[in-house]
């Protein structure tokens, strides 16, 4: 079975410092991962994701992911974080399937991003 | 361009009631998914659908349907409504491509009373 975990519910950080978001994964095959982030009441928003090559990702507002085959690993990270940062952040792994032009995303439980000023 | 459009953005129904949600994807994108987001169980996958034809289906019961149109625009049903389907439901659209992210539509935000 396929499945994403991020193992912090809450993460909090004060602004200016760094800040990691945790996400570990366990499927079949060779993942597609993501990143999306919640702002309240709104949809969600892309990131960044890795695919393939480099190991290390840039993304949208400054984010930045490693990926890490040998722990399954796929850490959402920012050297300077800023309160307008805090919110809900999904990690998420497309698994592609039999007769499905992509493959569903599988999404992680969310963590919390608290920026305090 | 026009993001992922849903509508209604919010919704409130009562029990044994049917409901409709639609969403419009972004222009050039033929791949449409749904997702339920709850509290308890986080995002859930509902359905999967390109250039009509239902993909992929998620572990929900029958009373969750879906279809697109030719436009590649979609509709979830879902009917006999219980408290438990109160939720989030998002739409996102991509390209026909694995390696491309999806695009997230604002939801709508379903109430069950």
């Known amino acids: 079975a396929q499945s994403v975990a991020q193992p912090e519910d809450q993460v909090n950080v004060a602004e200016g410092n760094p800040l990691t978001v945790k996400c570990t994964y366990s499927v079949s095959g060779n993942p597609y991962l993501f990143w999306y982030v919640q702002y309240p009441n709104r949809g969600l928003q892309f990131l960044l994701k890795y695919i393939t090559g480099d190991n290390l990702v840039k993304g949208s507002y400054g984010f930045e992911a490693e990926f890490n085959k040998s722990q399954t690993s796929f850490h959402l990270k920012k050297p300077s974080a800023l309160v307008s940062d805090s919110a809900l952040y999904f990690c998420?792994?497309?698994?592609?399937?039999?007769?499905?032009?992509?493959?569903?995303?599988?999404f992680g439980r969310g963590t919390q991003l608290t920026v305090w000023p | 361009k026009a993001g992922v459009t849903q509508t209604p953005r919010y919704l409130i129904k009562t029990r044994g009631q049917q409901v409709t949600l639609s969403c419009s994807p972004i222009?050039?994108?033929?791949?449409v998914s749904w997702y339920q987001q709850t509290p308890g169980q986080g995002l859930q996958f509902l359905f999967e659908?390109?250039?009509?034809?239902?993909?992929n289906k998620g572990n929900f019961p029958g009373r969750f349907s879906g279809r697109q149109f030719s436009n590649s625009r979609s509709e979830m049903n879902v009917s006999t409504l219980e408290l438990g389907d109160s939720a989030l439901y998002l739409c996102?659209?991509?390209?026909?491509?694995?390696?491309?992210?999806?695009?997230f539509g604002q939801g709508t935000r379903l109430t069950v009373v």
């Open positions: 996102a659209s991509s390209l026909e491509d694995r390696n491309t992210e999806a695009f």
């Open positions: 998420a792994v497309r698994v592609p399937s039999r007769g499905s032009t992509l493959g569903r995303l599988y």
């Open positions: 659908y390109f250039s009509e034809t239902q993909r």
């Open positions: 222009s050039g994108h033929r791949s």
